[in-house]
């Protein structure tokens, strides 16, 4: 028989760089996913998460981050401002 998954505390890593929450992400055992089940962005800034920072999750668990693109984004990225060239339709 199987005992229980190991509790692991979730990092905080609201404000961090989105490539280096994502490595902070897996080194605490838990799997770094988009609010949209899209893929991850490895730029940008990491604006929300869920579950919060310190709060315990089985080890394993997926750890939901919002990320922004954010002036840190690197040069080529899709979207670092407002679109200023968009036209209403």
């Not at 490595?23 to 799997?31: F, H, N, P, S, T």
């Not at 089985?58 to 899709?78: M, N, S």
Request: charged share 20%; aromatic share 2%; hydrophobic share 40%.
């Amino acid at each position: 028989m199987r005992g229980p998954r190991p509790v692991t505390e979730v990092p905080d890593v609201v404000g961090l760089a989105a490539d280096d929450a994502c490595d902070i992400v897996r080194r605490a055992g838990l799997k770094p996913v988009p609010p949209d089940g899209g893929e991850l962005p490895m730029s940008g800034i990491v604006t929300a998460q869920r579950p919060i920072g310190a709060a315990g999750a089985v080890e394993g668990a997926e750890v939901v981050l919002w990320i922004h693109p954010g002036k840190e984004a690197p040069v080529g990225a899709t979207s670092t401002g407002p679109l200023e060239s968009a036209s209403p339709e």
